[in-house]
């Protein structure tokens, strides 16, 4: 039920997803009509969360088939789970274990690449083993109450959010979150569900007092953003210190003959009201100028083996680890303090930790040594 996958439909239809630029994005269509067009070909049953009664499925199936019910007792007991059993029951088995001359054409290649990982001397870091276990985790998972259960039929995407464009190493490359989403969801919640560095920087120089506690983080302070999807700017009106940054860039392009733009307030805005292309590029905006790519790669309806659970959405079910940055004096502890024009520094700008940072620039009492500026420093691999 992929978004990208082709039509086969002679008959064009602009709710059923086709190749724009093959293998790369879909055209543009409305998320909600393709929902609706999905649910009026599919039977109830094809969608369900309940699963079909043993002697149901055998019966559909026979008559699927056009075979009897002799033949569909025999097929059941030659497929069987029971017939293909190696071991004897009570002994579990080693599914990492492969037989030495194995005639198998798979289990071949899987014994090539166990002794090619055995040959090599680097192993996964607990970061890459672990990078997919948020969606392990919950696969499948029901809530507790029946009101928090997702509804039959919903639509699910699959959306990559991808660092700042300031972030030059991984820009292009690797998203830094991906996140599942329902159709119900407005744009507004997947906002809040993105987590950016640039939203928990500490505005203010604190050479003088470095004990006092910040009065917000970059987030508290300036709660403008937007997201760009096909035209419209979608903007986050919800507090009454939002501003609209995304005028300017429509007032520029009314100035060189770019189409129209127009505007929306992303609280106001769900999924199934936007109209998109799988696989194209998109814009999220953030602290005026902190700007992230946003894919969507795949839209889907709901089934059995999804994470049920309403509350736990927006799901996060992938995160890129990013190395973090050393204090430059130990080698040792995260930087939480960059200074300049430091004479006690090696190099200008400087990184410290908290205990470095402290016993180099003051005395036992707190009193500042020398003439510096600091800034508290938020390091990327806090998310890790």
Not at 270 to 288: A, E, I, N, S, T
Request: hydrophobic content about 30%.
């Amino acid at each position: 039920m992929a978004a990208s996958k082709p039509s086969t439909s002679t008959d064009p239809n602009t709710n059923i997803p086709d190749y724009e630029y093959t293998d790369v994005n879909s055209n543009i269509f409305h998320i909600g009509s393709f929902r609706e067009e999905w649910l009026n070909r599919l039977k109830p049953s094809n969608y369900s969360y309940e699963q079909e009664h043993e002697d149901t499925f055998d019966a559909n199936f026979a008559q699927e088939m056009g075979i009897g019910a002799d033949t569909m007792a025999d097929l059941k007991s030659v497929c069987s789970l029971d017939s293909l059993r190696c071991h004897p029951v009570d002994q579990p088995p080693d599914t990492d274990f492969v037989p030495p001359d194995p005639t198998l054409r798979t289990l071949i290649q899987r014994k090539k690449k166990q002794d090619h990982r055995a040959s090599l001397k680097i192993c996964k870091n607990r970061h890459d083993l672990y990078a997919d276990e948020l969606e392990r985790l919950t696969v499948g998972r029901k809530p507790e109450e029946e009101a928090d259960m997702v509804p039959e039929g919903e639509v699910v995407l699959t959306i990559n959010v991808y660092y700042p464009a300031t972030f030059e190493k991984f820009t292009y490359v690797r998203p830094h979150v991906t996140l599942l989403m329902t159709g119900s969801h407005s744009l507004a919640e997947l906002r809040d569900a993105i987590c950016c560095v640039s939203d928990l920087q500490v505005c203010g120089e604190f050479s003088n007092t470095p004990d006092m506690a910040p009065d917000f983080i970059s987030k508290d302070h300036y709660k403008s953003a937007f997201f760009y999807f096909e035209g419209v700017f979608y903007n986050d009106m919800r507090y009454p210190e939002c501003q609209d940054i995304s005028i300017t860039t429509i007032e520029w392009a009314k100035t060189r003959n770019f189409p129209a733009y127009s505007q929306a307030k992303m609280e106001d805005t769900r999924f199934v009201d936007l109209k998109l292309k799988v696989g194209f590029p998109y814009l999220y905006c953030h602290q005026g100028d902190c700007e992230h790519l946003v894919i969507i790669t795949d839209i889907r309806l709901t089934h059995e083996n999804d994470c049920l659970d309403k509350k736990l959405y927006p799901l996060l079910t992938h995160k890129h680890r990013v190395t973090t940055q050393k204090c430059a004096v130990c080698h040792v502890y995260i930087g939480r303090w960059f200074t300049t024009d430091d004479q006690f520094a090696p190099s200008d700008p400087c990184l410290f930790c908290d205990k470095c940072f402290r016993m180099l620039h003051y005395d036992a009492e707190g009193n500042k040594l020398g003439e510096f500026l600091a800034y508290p420093y938020v390091d990327r691999g806090a998310f890790n």
